[in-house]
């Protein structure tokens, strides 16, 4: 435990400034829609959106795509990833791939292992001649899902494997309490409202005491109100990205009638997903925790979907309307919604090196 909060204290300081050393920790968030990589040898975060596209090598030069970030598979195929996947897609009219779905690895992606490799290869950066040793983000098991997590496990630790890295898995909710617990000795419960899952996990005083997930998050958000509205998913995705403002029932304000309607119909799903996250968090709590919890604990809430204005505050309300069966000493967000996953893996794999 002493090791841990030193791991935060000396995260804190300068990490490029120290003798470059053989051995590399690592922390990597494995995301529906985000891959986030984080090195104790430097202060850059590396962050690629999990999405690709596959060109067919016939029909593309290569020369022509300097400053698109590209890779190519083993049997020369070209696969666009990242951000510049969707520029492609729009050009050649065609949809982006996702190598992941609902927090796992998609059952329908031929080419998603292939391509996720190339993505790690390329965020993690050089390995060469280093001793590197990696924590990786898993979800824990759905509660309203059946697909197994210990297969998406076992891809990813052949996938780290293969690049010669030691890994180890890490609840994704639990990395949230090493990157923003410290200070309550890693007691708290972490939520990471992400794309494809809500992840939940109770940490007392280090140890994991409920973990559970639910596949319901941003894609379920926007596949409602697409469903709702009747229009395309991407479109409800890119204007809540851009315009939703949870400070108001509205929704915030759009350009025009239609987004507003949009924004309207966000603001009920996103009510709806907290809702069904604090039920679940009860009910799981209720049945599965049996150690006896005295002290307030703080709620610490995390992931893309958390970023809008007023999601704490809507989250605050929400769960206002309910008995707990914990006492809370605070709900805050995290420090930053988007790689706190990502820095508490590398908080708990540079804790185990120093162990070893
Ligand atoms: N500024 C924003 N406003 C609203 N939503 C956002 C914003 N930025 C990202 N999101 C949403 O956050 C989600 C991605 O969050 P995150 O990167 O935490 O997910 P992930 O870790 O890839 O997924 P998961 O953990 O579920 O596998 C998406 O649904 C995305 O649309
Ligand atoms: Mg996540």
Redesign the pocket.
Known sequence: MTELINMVDEMVEKKEDKPKSKVVSLGL????????CTRSDSNNIKMIR?VFLELDPETVNISELTDISYVEGDESEIFIIGEDAFKFANIFNQKVSRP?E??LISPKEISAIDVLTLMIKDIVGEVRDKEVYCSF?I?AEAIDENRSVSYHENVFSRILGSLGINYTSVN?AMAIIYSECAKEKFSGLGI????????VCLSFKGIEALKFSTAR???W??KQVAESLNIIPNRV?SL???H?DLSTPSGGKGRNKKDNLVLQALYHFYESLINYTIKKIIKEFEEKVDIEIDDKIPVVI????S??NGFLELFKSVLNRYELPFEISEIRQAKN??VA?ANGLLVRTMSDVKNK
Request: aromatic share 2%.
């Open positions: 968030d494995v995301g529906t829609m985000n891959l986030v999990n992941m609902k927090g983000s979800p994704e990471s409202f992400g794309a494809g899952m809500a992840n998050a941003g894609d958000i926007d995705t809540k990205e851009k939703i995390s992931g893309g979907t970023l809008p919604p988007l996953v």
